[in-house]
């Protein structure tokens, strides 16, 4: 057998990885709804069995704390599968490049921040950084990523965004924030979907987020890194082809 060149064997891994999130995002939630429509049922069930038979209350409250942890998960999954299904709109979705100032996004974006955040402080460049990206999709980038530095920041998070100017007309952009940092040997997992590092009960989320801003990143010809410390703080940062202004 002919080994396929390098450049056309990753044309079919993407291709095959694409497919892959088309099909969970479309063939899973059929089955899920069964789950999710009937799982509430089977807790009405139980609840009436349990009021018709008083000597079976225990075996009842057993089966309706089952019946109450199917409706759980059945409700994380049905969010992880959207979460990909999302994942996969970005691989696919139609980019129209052209010059965006990433600074006037995030201002603009600031209001519905500090809507949720009404104690963050945000600190943004004064000039413009123009760069050659799809409008929609940095929106999406900025959003995840400020929304990401607030939520691990808060109750009072304080965030830095700085823009510098690199070689070959390319921008640096980055959000720095005050939050809980992590290990940076785990940095690498984070770029992955449903990658976690601390528990659900102190930061809520999937932990798809930075896996949309590396899809949506590299779909630009831009590199998204991050770097932090346990207790120090996190700095994501884009490196962007830059666009005349």
């Given at each position: ?8 064997e990753?044309a079919?891994?993407?291709?095959q ?6 099909a ?30 008083p ?24 969010q ?11 691989s ?27 104690q ?9 950084a ?6 929609r ?17 808060a109750?009072?998070?304080l ?43 102190q ?7 930075l ?11 831009a ?23």
């Open positions: 057998m002919t080994a396929l060149p390098a450049a056309q990753l079919l891994l993407r291709q990885h694409e497919a892959l999130l088309r969970i995002a479309h063939d899973l939630p059929a089955p899920l709804r069964h789950i999710q429509s009937f799982a509430p049922l089977l807790v009405e069930s139980v609840q009436a069995l349990a009021a018709a038979a000597h079976a209350q225990e075996a009842a409250a057993d089966a309706l704390e089952f019946a109450q942890f199917m409706q759980q998960g059945a409700q994380r999954m049905g992880m599968v959207q979460a990909l299904a999302e994942l996969s709109r970005a696919r979705a139609t980019l129209t490049p052209q010059a965006v100032d990433a600074v006037a996004l995030c201002r603009q974006l600031l209001p519905t921040l500090l809507q949720q955040y009404p963050a402080g945000i600190d943004l460049p004064s000039q413009p123009w760069l050659q990206a799809d409008s999709a940095l929106t999406q980038v900025l959003q995840q990523l400020l929304a990401n530095a607030c939520k691990f920041s109750p009072a998070p965030l830095r965004v700085q823009a510098e100017p690199l070689a070959a007309g390319r921008w640096r952009l980055s959000v720095q924030d005050n939050g809980v940092g992590f290990d940076p040997a785990q940095a690498g997992q984070l770029f992955r979907p449903f990658a976690r590092l601390h528990r659900e009960s930061f809520p989320g999937l932990g798809c987020g896996a949309l801003v590396q899809v949506l990143a590299m779909r630009h010809g590199q998204a890194g991050i770097t932090a410390q346990p207790g120090g703080g996190c700095r994501v940062s884009l490196d962007w082809p830059g666009a005349d202004a």
